[in-house]
């Protein structure tokens, strides 16, 4: 990559279920990506990020210096209340992270896995916008095959986020991920052929 030019930034994103992280792991075999997701993790167990999830939800949100990301999500998508004030701790802790990622690349491109990019609303910060779409019934049909249990969790989750009709108008790629895993394996390899001639 020339001096001083940052690399091209492709924001993957998509539904819960929609099969984005699929998506994101058959770009990895060929490009840099990085998990916005995994990125707040990582300061979930950081310890002033614990201090202030003990002082808000007691101290059985911590376990054994880990947080209880289970515990967690059940007490944040039953109130949006507590779902803002928590997205309002980790959403600039890990918007800083990525742009130090961006910075100190030495990548002409790069890849990130951000679930939330519209409901954010940080979706002019990328280049290019990868969308990964699914039915909805699809979409609750492979989260209860995870979870059987969470079906309500699982259903409220769902509708926390934007539809994907509302986002397709923004986005550069959309990929449909309601066939087999061979269907998007050949999507996403036609689509990762056809990278250097977009940001030649």
């Known amino acids: 990559m020339p001096p001083n030019k940052q690399p091209y930034c492709f924001a993957i994103t998509g539904n819960i279920g929609s099969g984005k992280s699929a998506v994101s792991r058959l770009i990895g075999k060929c490009y840099q990506v990085y998990s916005a997701d995994q990125i707040a993790q990582k300061y979930l167990d950081d310890p002033e990020i614990q201090a202030k999830l003990k002082n808000r939800f007691g101290t059985d949100i911590v376990c054994e210096g880990k947080t209880d990301r289970a515990l967690l999500a059940t007490i944040v998508f039953e109130n949006p209340l507590e779902l803002k004030w928590l997205e309002n701790i980790l959403h600039p802790l890990v918007l800083q992270e990525i742009s130090r990622i961006i910075e100190q690349s030495q990548e002409s491109v ?10 954010v609303g940080i979706q002019d910060k990328y280049d290019f916008i990868i969308l990964v779409t ?6 609750l049909e492979r989260l209860l095959a995870r979870s059987p249990n969470r079906r309500n969790e699982h259903i409220k989750r769902m509708n926390l986020q934007i539809p994907d009709q509302d986002k397709i108008p923004y986005c550069h790629y959309v990929i449909n991920n309601d066939g087999s ?10 689509f990762v052929q056809g990278i250097r001639d977009i940001v030649k």
């Open 110 to 119: 790069l890849f990130f896995e951000i679930p939330l990019l519209f409901e």
């Open 181 to 190: 895993k061979e269907e998007l394996e050949h999507k996403v390899q036609k």
């Open 134 to 139: 699914c039915a909805w019934e699809t979409r």
